[in-house]
């Protein structure tokens, strides 16, 4: 049996949601505006263009079309900055063995990442050879928790829907998955994550027989 599995990048694969916080934050600063850790948190796998303009609703500010352009390119800058140092000891916790049972398996898998830089991190810590497909924030033209990124890595693996697995962290990713007619399986909190069909704290609660299981459905 095969069945398609979309794997998210930031806060699945990797936990760039540190290098996006420390580059928002550097930018809302220059903006007199306080960004929390709590404020980060909703910015998970939300666009970049939609993550600019939470911030600035935050902290009420309107700033012009030529500002907010260029305050999105400064973000992007320093945000790769930071992916340039990245290697693969920055892969989470047990993603390669997951990754293994399923390449071993015949098992199609995806990229399914609202990020414009996703192709750039899997190079950094050497894993694009391991996808069958990637679909970024440069394939799609509506966000997550639209279904649409989910949708396109479905077919480009040839998959359909309903066979297909979605690894999450985010609300909005769990959300889309759910629309999209497949499984979700959220990593992170419960709490946060309460949406999704599965949900688990990281890849290392994920057994190779649970990944079987899901398999033979
Ligand atoms: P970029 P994911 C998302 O990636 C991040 O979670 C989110 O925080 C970020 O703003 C978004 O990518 C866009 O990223 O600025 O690199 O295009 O979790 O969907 O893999
Ligand atoms: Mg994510």
Request: some cysteine.
């Amino acid at each position: 049996k095969k069945k398609g599995f979309i794997f998210d990048l930031d806060g699945v694969i990797v936990d760039t949601a540190k290098y996006h916080f420390l580059a928002w934050q550097q930018l809302a600063k220059g903006l007199d505006i306080n960004f929390t850790e709590e404020e980060n948190e909703q910015l998970k796998g939300v666009s970049r263009v939609r993550s600019l303009e939470k911030i600035l609703a935050w902290g009420n500010k309107t700033i012009s079309q030529e500002m907010f352009e260029s305050l999105m390119a400064k973000k992007n800058e320093e945000y790769l900055s930071y992916i340039a140092d990245m290697d693969s000891e920055e892969i989470l916790p047990d993603v390669p063995r997951v990754l293994k049972t399923l390449i071993d398996g015949n098992q199609p898998i995806a990229l399914g990442s609202a990020s414009k830089n996703a192709r750039t991190i899997l190079e950094r810590v050497n894993l694009k050879s391991q996808f069958d497909a990637i679909v970024d924030g440069n394939d799609v033209s509506k966000a997550k928790p639209d279904p649409e990124v989910f949708l396109i890595a479905a077919q480009q693996i040839n998959m359909k829907p309903e066979d297909c697995i979605v690894f999450e962290d985010s609300v909005a990713g769990v959300e889309a998955a759910n629309t999209a007619n497949m499984i979700s399986i959220g990593i992170g909190s419960k709490d946060v994550l309460g949406h999704a069909n599965y949900v688990f704290n990281d890849f290392t609660e994920i057994s190779d027989d649970f990944i079987k299981s899901l398999i033979e459905k």
